[in-house]
């Protein structure tokens, strides 16, 4: 590996994607030909960070869940944590307060998570986070979903996880990312880029914002190694 090119632990939503929420076919190249780990960070569940790499053709190491699921194919590791069992039971009690999670009967959003519950932003915010709290969880706005979340996990502890089974250090990674998930992945990355269509906690957050946004925004971001 080359060792110039810092690690890349890169975000999902609104980081590789178009505004339609559609891969930016320009960052597949990129990821695919870094030359020094990938790790792919998202707060969506495990199958479709796994999917990604696997289509990429680049080895497998994800942060899913915001933190809660951890896996490192190079070490076989899967780590995971957080209680959903808590975040189960805040998704009946909203239920018994005649809402839905907003995903249909089969909800694909749901049907594989192993640590969280992710409720549709067009639901209402308030009694979740109410019944969340009660619990001891948190709720995150992503800009895509409501996540209820154990706050033990984040992307940050995520990363920290990933360099323990590596040998890295959070310091040498470059972060790319959009949203508040992102921020604790910020603190410790060595350098932080916000994309342009980040949330105001991201730009904050980052040591340096893009001018272009989404996946315009990301290959911005990694400019400078490519070189
Ligand atoms: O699942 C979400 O809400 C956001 O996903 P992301 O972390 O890949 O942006
Ligand atoms: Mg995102």
Partial sequence: MDTDTPPLIVDIDGTLTD????????????????????????????????????FLGIERTVVAENGGVVFVEASDELRLEGDHEAALA???????????????????????????????RDRPLEPLEELAAARGLVVLDTGFAYHVTDPVVDKGTGLEAVCAE??????????????????????????????ANADETA????????????????????????E
Wanted: aromatic share 8%.
């Fill in 19 to 54: 505004e339609n929420r559609a891969i930016d076919p320009h960052v597949m190249p990129v990821l695919r030909e870094w030359p020094a780990r990938v790790v792919i960070a998202t707060g969506k569940a495990m199958p479709f960070p796994i999917a990604l790499c696997e």
């Fill in 90 to 120: 805040v998704g009946e009690a909203y239920r018994d307060l005649g809402h839905d999670l907003g995903f249909g009967q089969v909800d694909l959003a749901n049907r594989w998570r192993e640590t969280e519950l992710v409720v549709s």
């Fill in 166 to 195: 590596l040998g890295l250090e959070p310091a040498e990674f470059l972060a790319v990312g959009d949203s508040v998930n992102d921020a604790q992945m910020f603190d410790l990355a060595g350098e932080a880029v916000a994309v």
């Fill in 203 to 226: 730009l904050e957050r980052a040591d340096r914002v893009t001018s272009g946004s989404y996946g315009d925004g990301f290959l911005e971001a990694v400019a400078p190694y490519r």
